[in-house]
């Protein structure tokens, strides 16, 4: 963003605070603002009070192949919240590195990363007709949302999820500039009027799910999953959660997912558990937002649950939070209607 952008955007500010008529007016052209590429809106700049949408939010956060996407994504649609993958961001930047051969370890080479992570356009966009999870359970599991990703107006969706990107996301997620850069756009994205990175789309998805989400109901909350999530991007969540599983059993169903996929038929178990247990040493031992449970979280070991089980257990104490907030605000209305 440059200084002429900057100060015509303060001016804006000043301009509602005098006149809260062009609250909706700023509002409109700050969704067309957050769309453009190159331009790096910080989110404590555009979270201004007014911009803040009060939505009641869920952290999920554990290693890898603990269950959390499935469940996050599972939890949004049974409760109409809206679903942000933050792992695909990085993993989106570890692509567009591996594409113009950048070596995050070389220091012009991870300021042209640093760059991209500000910059480049990222959407996404959840869509309910999703895929069976890889778990042949009875009774039937339910279809789990799926995540496109849209990286500056391509479909990467597949291409993040390959082993190659995977084995690479490590020295991208740990450097502090990448980070920075993610961090604001996250928060910004769970907090934002505007910045959902989803309506200036002229991505061609299915249309019958783009009128659907259009037309759906006004979000009332918003899950979103990672690593420092409860930690780091909204240390103020209303739930927070932890979600582990024994590492075998994350490696045997992370292997039933991998099979899927016909180059993969071949992967052996010790592999996918190496695999696993080396991302998550990095992630906990990174110096930046390391891999932790929030003090304030609530541990779920799925080891021996089903998905349904896991989803239930979230929704439920989603349920009960929302309805408490709920009747302690009735609560202070009354007191007030009694006042008055
Ligand atoms: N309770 C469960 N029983 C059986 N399979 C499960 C269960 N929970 C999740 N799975 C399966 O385990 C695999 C990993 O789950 P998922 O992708 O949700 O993990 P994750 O924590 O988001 O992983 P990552 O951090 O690598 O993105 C998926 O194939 C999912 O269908
Ligand atoms: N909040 C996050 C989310 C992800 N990462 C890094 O990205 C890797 C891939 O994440 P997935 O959830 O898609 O598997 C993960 O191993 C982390 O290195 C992160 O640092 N912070």
Redesign the pocket.
């Known amino acids: 963003m440059n200084s002429l952008q900057i100060n015509k955007l303060f001016k804006c500010l000043i301009h509602i605070s005098e006149n809260s008529n062009s609250k909706k007016r700023l509002l409109s052209s700050t969704s067309s603002l957050s769309l453009q590429p190159n331009l790096n809106l910080n989110s404590s700049l555009l979270c201004q009070p007014i911009f803040k949408r009060n939505l009641f939010q869920i952290a999920?956060d554990?290693?890898?192949?603990?269950?959390?996407?499935?469940?996050?994504?599972l939890v949004a649609r049974k409760l109409n919240f809206e679903y942000i993958?933050s792992?695909a961001m990085y993993r989106t930047i570890t692509l567009a590195a591996l594409r113009e051969n950048l070596n995050p370890t070389s220091l012009v080479d991870i300021h042209k990363i640093i760059n991209i992570a500000r910059t480049s356009k990222i959407q996404l966009i959840t869509t309910n007709n999703g895929t069976p999870?890889?778990?042949h359970?009875s009774p039937p599991?339910p279809l789990?949302p799926k995540t496109r990703v849209i990286f500056n107006e391509e479909d990467i969706t597949e291409e993040i999820m390959l082993p190659e990107i995977?084995r690479n996301i490590m020295g991208i997620a740990s450097n502090p500039g990448v980070r920075e850069a993610i961090v604001s756009r996250q928060r910004a994205m769970a907090e934002c009027n505007g910045y959902n990175g989803y309506n200036g789309s002229n991505i061609n998805y299915d249309k019958e799910e783009k009128e659907k989400n259009s037309n759906s109901k006004r979000k009332q909350g918003v899950v979103m999953?990672?690593?420092d999530i409860g930690t780091v991007i909204l240390p103020n969540a209303n739930l927070k959660f932890f979600?582990i599983?024994d590492p075998k059993?994350?490696a045997e169903?992370?292997l039933?997912?991998l099979k899927r996929i016909k180059e993969m038929e071949n992967l052996e178990m010790s592999e996918v558990l190496a695999d696993?247990l080396k991302?998550d040493k990095s992630d906990i031992e990174r110096k930046i937002s390391p891999l932790k449970m929030a003090d304030d979280a609530i541990l779920l070991d799925?080891?021996?649950?089903?998905?349904?089980?896991?989803v239930e257990r979230i929704i439920k104490l989603a349920l009960e939070k929302m309805r408490k907030s709920d009747n302690m605000r009735s609560d202070n209305s009354d007191k007030h209607l009694e006042k008055l």
């Open positions: 999920i554990g290693p890898a192949a603990s269950g959390k996407s499935t469940t996050a994504r993958d792992g999870p890889s778990a359970t599991q789990v995977t999953d990672g690593r979600i599983a059993i994350r169903r992370r039933k997912e696993l991302r799925t080891s021996g649950l089903s998905i349904e089980e896991q």
